[in-house]
Nanobody, 126 residues
């Protein structure tokens, strides 16, 4: 059983920055692409960005393009989400997920992921 744990969420003013981290249990982390999603109240979970197994490719949603960076450290079983120039519309619970597709691709649909963390709340106030 894989466990994913996100940390780093919090309350931040518009224009601020946050760094989220997702830690994975198990020894197979390196075999999978990873993704970050978010879900605001009353909305569906949406893709934020993702990274391939080796960190060689990343893909970001248009809504956050230029404001986020995703990295991973396979030695530490972690994937990070750096968010900059935050806006109130970025307020959501942020989840990391493990892709069940080819690890050289970045999956963008939530049904393409098989494990999720419990989420971490990000609240951006104006």
């Amino acid at each position: 059983q894989v466990q994913l744990v996100e940390t780093g969420g919090g309350l931040v003013q518009t224009g601020g920055s946050l760094n989220l981290t997702c830690v994975s249990s198990g020894r197979t982390f390196i075999n999978y692409a990873m993704g970050w999603f978010r879900q605001a109240p009353g909305k569906e979970r949406e893709f934020v960005g993702g990274i391939t197994w080796d960190g060689g490719k990343t893909r970001y949603a248009d809504s956050v393009l230029g404001r986020i960076s995703i990295t991973r450290d396979n030695a530490k079983n972690t994937v990070g989400l750096e968010m900059r120039t935050l806006k109130p519309e970025d307020t959501a619970v942020y989840y990391c997920g493990r892709s069940k597709l080819n690890p050289e691709w970045v999956a963008t649909e939530s049904y393409e992921y098989d494990y999720w963390g419990q989420g971490t709340q990000v609240t951006v106030y104006s």
